[in-house]
C-alpha cells in the first residue's frame, strides 16, 4: 500500500551481472525497481509500490525467488491502482498474494524467471 509518509532512501543500483530488473513495465507505465537497503527492518514489510511515483522498492537481501514474487505482488498493487482489477477491498492483501503466488509459480516452472 502506497504510504505517503515514506521518506526518501538511498537506492542501490544493481550492477549488470545482477539479472533482476531494474525496470518494470506495467502496460503504459514503466516503473522503477528500487533495491533498497534495510528496507524490510525500517517498514515491517518486503516492498511497496507507490504508483504516485512509479516506483516499487523492495528489500534487496532476500533470496531471488522471493525477491520476484514480492515484485509481482507490488506489480499487481500497481496494475490495480491504474486499471482497478476488482480485487476485493476487505480482503485484497490475501487476493494479491494469491495472484502473485500463482503468477510466479507459472513464471518460475516454464522459465521465464532470469536468475531464479
Ligand atoms: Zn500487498
Same mark, same amino acid.
Do not use: R, T
Given at each position: 500500500m502506497p504510504n505517503k509518509n515514506l521518506m526518501k532512501v538511498p537506492s542501490q543500483k544493481l550492477s549488470r551481472?545482477?539479472?533482476?530488473?531494474?525496470s518494470l513495465k506495467i502496460g503504459p507505465f514503466t516503473y522503477e525497481i528500487r533495491q533498497s537497503t534495510n528496507f524490510a527492518a525500517r517498514h515491517s514489510m518486503w516492498g511497496q509500490a507507490r504508483p504516485a511515483e512509479l516506483v516499487i522498492e523492495i528489500e =534487496? &537481501?532476500?533470496?531471488i525467488g522471493q525477491k520476484y514474487q514480492v515484485l509481482l505482488h507490488e506489480a499487481i498493487h500497481a496494475a490495480d491502482e491504474h486499471f482497478?482489477?476488482?480485487? =476485493? &477491498?476487505?480482503d485484497k492483501e490475501n487476493a494479491v498474494d494469491r495472484l502473485a503466488t500463482i503468477l510466479y509459480g507459472i513464471l518460475k516452472e516454464n522459465n521465464l524467471l532470469k536468475g531464479a
Open positions: 551481472e545482477n539479472a533482476f530488473p531494474v =534487496p &537481501d532476500i533470496d482497478h482489477l476488482g480485487l =476485493p &477491498d476487505e
